[in-house]
């Protein structure tokens, strides 16, 4: 059974040295997935930010 991160929890716990990543970041780059499949979807080949 994979255990689920608590929101309210903190950052999930560093691995192999690396620093965590925090609920806020996570959150973030899946809104930035989203909108980049959809973008593709629709065809569009370059995007500039």
């Known amino acids: 059974m994979k255990r689920k991160h608590k ?3 903190g950052p999930l716990p560093a691995r ?3 620093e965590p990543v925090s609920e806020l ?6 809104v930035y997935l989203r909108c980049l499949n959809t973008l593709d979807s629709a065809g569009v080949r370059t995007i500039s930010s």
């Open 25 to 30: 970041t996570t959150n973030r780059l899946s």
């Open 7 to 9: 929101p309210d929890a």
């Open 16 to 18: 192999d040295g690396l």
